[in-house]
């Protein structure tokens, strides 16, 4: 689906990424983590094609990322960036936004556009904040908008950097239950996670990172097994089975 190939990439006078070669599954979910500034934000950067790589080669489905016209290339991947505005807008016209791909100019949403953001909101269950102003929710109840204006975009692959930072525990469970909900319709999504437990319980691959490069990367529980989580972050952890479900304790 997504395919990084010997990739440096970073900043003027910087470079974070060092050689960085990974692909992320179709119809999988893959978390990744690392220690802060190991450069997981710039590995999805790079991906979602924010940044531009310093080298080595980015391509989807097989073809170099910079080959997609931008609405090309956002009907098929759709960003959900660490730090968001906040404006005073309806729901309903924000989540509009994720139509922005599909309309053609002045942008005048149709019949369809308005069925998928309905369609959306549904889904992720806030049809009621339908007509509330965005600045007026709370931090979970926002991320779940943004979750919607995603799926309205309608894009295979989502990129998510973060998406449970700074919400309750509570809330946080339950957006990962909606990420996975979403995988579930088809969707392949990458996420930026700093909760490791998370990371293992809600996704099916890891990319485990460490300054700048590639520690370990596979499925999930092969990622656990090797060790390398442990090294990395200088943590024990204990596996636990409950209720047919494998949670993760890290101290």
Not at 36 to 41: F, H, I, L, V
Not at 229 to 245: K, L, P
Request: hydrophobic share 40%.
């Amino acid at each position: 689906m997504i395919e990084l190939r010997e990739v440096g990439a970073g900043y003027p006078g910087k470079e974070i990424l060092h050689g960085v070669s990974v692909a992320f599954s179709k119809g999988k979910v893959t978390g990744i983590i690392g220690p802060n500034g190991c450069g997981k934000t710039t590995l999805l950067k790079t991906a979602a094609r924010l940044l531009k790589p310093l080298s080595g080669e980015v391509l989807l489905e097989g073809r170099l990322v910079s080959a997609f016209a931008p609405k090309e290339f956002a009907r098929r991947v759709a960003v959900l960036p660490q730090s968001r505005a906040i404006p005073s807008i309806s729901v309903a016209n924000f989540v509009m936004h994720g139509r922005f791909p599909y309309l053609g100019f002045p942008r005048t949403p149709v019949k369809a556009d308005w069925e998928k953001v309905d369609e959306a909101l549904e889904r992720i269950g806030i049809a009621v904040y339908r007509h509330r102003s965005l600045s007026e929710l709370s931090g979970g109840e926002r991320q779940k908008v943004y979750l919607a204006m995603l799926l309205a975009q309608d894009a295979e692959v989502l990129l998510l950097d973060e998406p449970t930072t700074y919400l309750d525990i509570n809330h946080q469970l339950e957006l990962l239950g909606l990420v996975r909900k979403l995988n579930e319709t088809g969707k392949t999504v990458v996420m930026v996670m700093h909760d490791l437990s998370q990371a293992l319980r809600f996704s099916d691959r890891i990319v485990l990172m460490q300054e700048g490069e590639i520690a370990a990367q596979g499925p999930a529980g092969d990622v656990y097994e090797s060790g390398k989580i442990h090294e990395v972050f200088h943590v024990r952890s204990q596996r636990i089975q409950s209720e047919g479900q494998t949670h993760y304790l890290f101290y």
